[in-house]
T-cell receptor, first 121, second 113 residues
Framework: GAVVSQHPSWVICKSGTSVKIECRSL??????MFWYRQFPKQSLMLMAT?????????EQGVEKDKFLINHASLTLSTLTVTSAHPEDSSFYIC?????????????????FGDGTRLSIL | QKEVEQDPGPLSVPEGAIVSLNCTYS??????FMWYRQYSRKGPELLMY????GNKEDGRFTAQVDKSSKYISLFIRDSQPSDSATYLC?????????????FGQGTRLTINP
């Protein structure tokens, strides 16, 4: 159980284009999803917290107009990198948690997708 | 000082050895402690999840939490080459809430056949 699927797994695109990454919880309803960024040989850095039906909460230093997050259903959250540039190239990973009606203090662990490797030329 | 400290390694041990991985932290409000395993170019996979102090065992894996020392450990018994991966500790709780994780840097582990 607790499977999170992320798509695509790898994308290469030209500078200036927008890229959409999908994160789906396959066997549970995810009231909260998280988006992380990971640079080579470094740990995960939280970008934003996404709650179903409401606006995402972005971490300090993350541009909300550049990284658009939509969590329109209990099983799907999307991250759109707008007007991507080479410095946006990274490994983006989502995670999901089932709120169980006890948010924001749910004690359920986060389950991660397999990540999306984004390369901007 | 980082909120969570973890030796990045690399750590290399022979097959069958007992592996000890650990993290220290500074925020006494942390209550939830996790260990994740991450293979190259993959997302983290949850291995162990514990609340507050104590031990938890799952197969070859044992997690220990000592809140008085702000120290957590993961032990791997009878290590296998398939255990070669990066191991991330993570924790949450307190003012940031139970959901927001703070990760260690990760320890790269290699098990040699």
């Amino acid at each position: 159980g607790a499977v999170v699927s992320q798509h695509p797994s790898w994308v290469i695109c030209k500078s200036g284009t927008s890229v959409k990454i999908e994160c789906r919880s396959l066997d549970f309803q995810a009231t909260t999803m998280f988006w992380y960024r990971q640079f080579p040989k470094q740990s995960l850095m939280l970008m934003a917290t996404s709650n179903e039906g409401s606006k995402a909460t972005y971490e300090q230093g993350v541009e909300k107009d550049k990284f658009l997050i939509n969590h329109a259903s209990l099983t799907l959250s999307t991250l759109t990198v707008t007007s991507a540039h080479p410095e946006d190239s990274s490994f983006y990973i989502c995670s999901a948690i089932s709120g169980g009606g006890r948010r924001p203090y749910s004690n359920q662990p986060q389950h991660f997708g397999d990540g999306t490797r984004l390369s901007i030329l | 000082q980082k909120e969570v400290e973890q030796d990045p390694g690399p750590l290399s041990v022979p097959e069958g050895a007992i592996v000890s991985l650990n993290c220290t932290y500074s925020n006494s409000a942390f209550q939830y402690f996790m260990w994740y395993r991450q293979y190259s170019r993959k997302g983290p996979e949850l291995l162990m999840y514990t609340y507050s102090s104590g031990n938890k065992e799952d197969g070859r894996f044992t997690a220990q939490v000592d809140k008085s020392s702000k120290y957590i450990s993961l032990f791997i018994r009878d290590s296998q080459p398939s255990d070669s991966a990066t191991y991330l500790c993570a924790m949450s709780g307190g003012i940031q809430g139970a959901q927001k994780l703070v990760f260690g840097q990760g320890t790269r582990l290699t098990i040699n056949p």
